[in-house]
């Protein structure tokens, strides 16, 4: 278990989208739960995964921490300071210390500027440092993600989707920020030009002592990228544990299914792959019990019926019925329940 | 047993595009064939020409900027499809040889059912009664494993998820039994779990009516799993094909080779710290290309010959061949 305090921390985070065409008037009020009480913690220096399919509510967690959304419900604590209830000025102003990096690099680029002036203008709004310090600050930006000077005058369009990528990485580290999510940041490109960012991420983290939120749903990408790993389902984390436990002993069924479902590059390697049947629910109108049961190789009656809670072991947590409880100390799983509950 | 043509032989495949600068030959010399109930996994990195080959397969390629070389044949059962006036290709599009593409939103019309998109095309291709028609969209959407398909029939491409959208362009790329699927990154938008599903559907598909099938990607390991044999793309050049076993265990091309260990997640626990190998620099663009080999600026074993002059094709074994200087010994039965 790692000392200290963490950098952030998430707890019972929950974001609800009204759904905007009501059936009849009189209808009750439909909502999609895209983030449906989510909990973790990332230590400062460490990155964490946040893997699922499309829609399980990654990018809303991403979104909702730094406040681009707004939360129904939750707790998001950064550095000590709870980031939600924070006066709009004060979260203005904090936002120099957590970034943001987007799957798409060209539509986060605005188009008509110079990239040389899309790095700088983090430096500009947060008015860190002489005009002549932010031009020097630029200048070794362009080093650091290995863009040559004389670039710094193009326009976004004229660069390709990895290059463009590094220009996003430049502009999201220019304010020496602690915290950086990643939404995607390699899923447009090109398994070669992945692996030079994936290096590029990591070289900076290790200079920098960077703290990443890492959102991908491509398992070889996060394996590359993770201290630990969450696996999301339908806005809720089903499982969470360090990087070798969950690709070594997966223990949820969603990401056993997931783990088997990863291409093996050796085609006589014909390892029993666990398919996944049934339909998905519908996020509007979610199943009381486990949101997996529909399509679960393991499902029984209980879990139709009740909803699995999140217990945790070690460092290992899992919200499944049927994983045995024998796999989980009492002891832990109480003190874990406590330590949330101190939190909200 | 050979049969006496290959279902598809394509030879010495060259396009040029009209670009403003003047003309840029994105595609030289790219000759492959596939036999019927084959698959043929086409692999490289963006914009070393995957999609262009297929296009110009389909006979669909963007004009007037696009040009074929003159020596350029494409032969579907041993008749050349490029000299097929457009009626003709348009009868052997979507009945003999389909495509699915990377963006299944840009293959589905939304103002459309998706039943009636699959029954149209039926109807286009071989007549028939509307009832008849509809009746077969039903049977492919269950094809396809999309949940009650008498229902999913009536929807709109927007009530589909991502997969099942992709499913849906399937079913309409396989309504008239084609000989001949090109699958242009079918999945690459796709989740993996459903991308699974969709391998999974190609293969059976494959297994019942025998339809040969394209499949392309910028990833090695996702087509590994589907094809026996893989054709690698570099700057519109092929720069190795052979067995798919044999070239996951034994790449020749200095490109395959590096596109290999580049693919994340494949290390073990004990390399993690390391930095994930990768390929310095990116694909050259059609203009930069000089006579030499593409890969040369990128390659660490280049040599001055390599940037001068482009390797001829050589043969290592039976089926694998390599256009790479350092395998100069091997070349004998050059094609
Ligand atoms: N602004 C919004 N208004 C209404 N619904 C939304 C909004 N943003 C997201 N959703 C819904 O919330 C759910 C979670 O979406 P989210 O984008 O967080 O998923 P994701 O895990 O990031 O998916 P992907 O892998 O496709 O990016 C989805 O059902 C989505 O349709
Ligand atoms: N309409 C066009 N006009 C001019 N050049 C084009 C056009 N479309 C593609 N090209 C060029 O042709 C070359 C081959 O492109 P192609 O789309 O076949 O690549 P690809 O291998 O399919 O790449 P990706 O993996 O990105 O889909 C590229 O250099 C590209 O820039
Ligand atoms: S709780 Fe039941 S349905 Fe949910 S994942 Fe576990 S076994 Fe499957
Ligand atoms: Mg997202
Ligand atoms: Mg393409």
Redo the contacts with the bound molecule.
Sequence with gaps: MSAGKPLLSVRALRTHFPVSHRARLWAKRQVVHAVDGVDFDIMPGRTLGLVGESGSGKSTVALSILRLVRPTAGKVVFDGIGLLSLPQEEMRRLRRRLQIIFQDPYSSLNPRERVGEIVRRPLDIHSIGSARERSQRVDELFDLVGLRQAQQDLFPHQFSGGQRQRIAIARAIATFPELVVCDEPVSAL?VAIQAQIINLLRRLQREFGLTYLFISHDLGVVREMCDSIAVMYFGQIVEEAPRRDLFERPLHPYTQALLSAVPKLDSDDRAPRLVLEGDPPNPIDLPKGCRFASRCPMAVARCRSEAPVLRRFGSHAVACHRVPDAEVSGEEAREFEQTLRGLS | MREPHPLLAVDDLSID?T?ARGTVR?LDGVSFSLASGETLGVV??????????ALAIMRLL?QP?ARLGAESRILFSGKNVLKLDERAMRRLRGREISMIFQDPMTALNPLFTVGEQIAETVRWHEGGTRAAAQARAVDMLRAVRIPHPERAVRSYPHQFSGGMRQRATIAIALACRPKILIAD?PTTALDVTVQAQIFDLLEDIQEETGTAIILIS?NLSTIARLTRRIMV?YG?RKVEEGPTREIIRNPRHPYTEALLRCVPGLRSEAEHDAELPEIPGTVP??EELGGGCPFAPRCSHAAARCRSTMPPAAALGEKHKVACWLHEAAQSAVT
């Design positions: 090109d | 595009m670009v994105i490289g990195e963006s914009g070393s020409g995957k999609t262009m080959t963007p900027s990154e910028h793309l519109g663009a059609p």
